[in-house]
């Protein structure tokens, strides 16, 4: 937990099920990952894409160290996802989508992965009402 930086439960937007395969678009040290492998069970698949090494390698730590044999991580963004397409039945991500530069390509890059009927959760901050049009779209404002 020391190395968790969701902001949200993107479980919460719907249900998964045992024996689904579900795609977590940066995984980070992996807690949604380990989350995700109860709800599947042995019969899914879990895997995980982070841009960051260093996180990656916590999150594989962490899958050993629940001896989690159906989770799977890999080097990859939001906006070249490293799997086929129609890979998933689900795609969660937590708090990383705002901080794509390129969303749109970052939504299709999702939605190509997702199969047939897929789902895309996701638990993520964003700016609303007054303060949301009086904060310029520059670099210094994407962290406000």
């Given at each position: 937990?020391?190395?968790?930086?969701?902001?949200?439960?993107?479980?919460?937007?719907?249900?998964?099920?045992?024996?689904?395969?579900?795609?977590?678009?940066?995984?980070?040290?992996?807690?949604?990952?380990?989350v995700a492998?109860?709800?599947?069970?042995?019969?899914?698949?879990?895997?995980?894409?982070?841009?960051?090494?260093?996180?990656?390698?916590?999150?594989?730590?962490?899958?050993?160290?629940?001896?989690?044999?159906?989770?799977?991580?890999?080097?990859?963004?939001?906006?070249?996802?490293?799997?086929?397409?129609?890979?998933?039945?689900?795609?969660?991500?937590?708090?990383?989508?705002?901080?794509?530069?390129?969303?749109?390509?970052?939504f299709l890059?999702?939605?190509?992965?997702?199969?047939?009927?897929?789902?895309?959760?996701?638990?993520?901050?964003?700016?609303?009402?007054?303060?949301?049009?009086?904060?310029p779209c520059?670099?210094?404002?994407?962290?406000?």
């Amino acid at each position: 937990m020391q190395s968790f930086c969701g902001v949200g439960n993107p479980f919460k937007a719907g249900p998964v099920s045992e024996g689904e395969s579900l795609l977590d678009v940066g995984c980070g040290a992996g807690i949604d990952l380990i989350v995700a492998s109860h709800y599947v069970g042995e019969t899914g698949r879990i895997c995980g894409i982070d841009i960051t090494p260093e996180m990656l390698k916590i999150a594989e730590q962490n899958i050993e160290s629940m001896g989690l044999g159906n989770v799977e991580v890999r080097e990859g963004s939001a906006e070249s996802i490293p799997y086929e397409d129609d890979t998933f039945d689900i795609v969660i991500s937590n708090g990383v989508l705002n901080l794509s530069t390129r969303k749109k390509m970052a939504f299709l890059e999702i939605f190509r992965v997702l199969g047939p009927g897929g789902r895309l959760q996701f638990a993520d901050i964003f700016l609303e009402g007054e303060r949301a049009r009086e904060t310029p779209c520059t670099l210094e404002a994407w962290s406000d």
